[in-house]
């Protein structure tokens, strides 16, 4: 879709690093990491839940 080449990864890498400095950078990766994390277990809770219903129906 976005064909993003070594070029224009290596430029954002750049412009993120001089917007937020060196120190900042770890902790935005280990919020961002949390968020997934939290998203992940979201929607196998979801699909747990989901599971759940069909096997009620059945029973029934």
């Known amino acids: ?3 993003l080449g070594m070029q224009e990864i290596l430029v ?3 412009i993120v ?3 937020f ?8 990766m280990k919020g ?3 968020g997934v994390k939290s998203f992940k277990e979201g ?3 979801a699909t747990d839940l989901g599971e ?7 029973e029934e």
């Open 52 to 58: 759940g219903k069909k096997e009620e129906k059945r």
């Open 32 to 34: 961002l990491g949390k």
């Open 17 to 19: 690093l001089l917007l």
């Open 43 to 45: 929607m196998n809770e």
């Open 12 to 14: 954002i890498a750049l």
């Open 21 to 28: 400095g060196g120190k900042k950078i770890p902790e935005l």
């Open 1 to 3: 879709m976005f064909g």
